[in-house]
């Protein structure tokens, strides 16, 4: 059984930085691609960031240049460096499969909030 666990998020101020990181489990986790996605108050939840078993990266536009995602197959984690918050980076941050969906069971998420 796939068991995501978030962790990292907080209070920022805006310009500040967090590390997100995500522990799984019941997974061949080097096998997979890796996402980090957000879902802010009345939005739909959007791919932030992806990596793949081949550590091949891919940005939403509105990240680029300020986060980085990695991982570490040895202890099954995906962490995801964000520099230069922005109040619309507020939002719950989940992991999940990347390409083709997210396709397993979301964990609790962290919450990230980035204050003006």
């Known amino acids: 059984q796939v068991r995501l666990v978030e962790s990292g998020g907080g209070l920022v101020q805006a310009g500040g930085s967090l590390t997100l990181s995500c522990a799984a489990s019941g997974i061949a986790f080097s096998a997979y691609g890796m996402g980090w996605y957000r879902q802010a108050p009345g939005k739909q939840r959007e791919l932030v960031a992806g990596?793949?078993?081949?550590?091949?990266?891919r940005y939403a536009d509105s990240v680029k240049g300020r986060f980085t995602i990695s991982r570490d197959n040895a202890k099954n984690t995906v962490h995801l460096q964000m520099n230069g918050l922005k109040p619309e980076d507020t939002a719950v941050y989940y992991c999940?499969?990347?390409?083709?969906?997210?396709?397993?069971?979301w964990g609790q998420g962290t919450q990230v909030t980035v204050s003006s």
């Open positions: 999940n499969r990347y390409q083709p969906e997210p396709t397993w069971p």
């Open positions: 990596i793949t078993s081949y550590y091949s990266t």
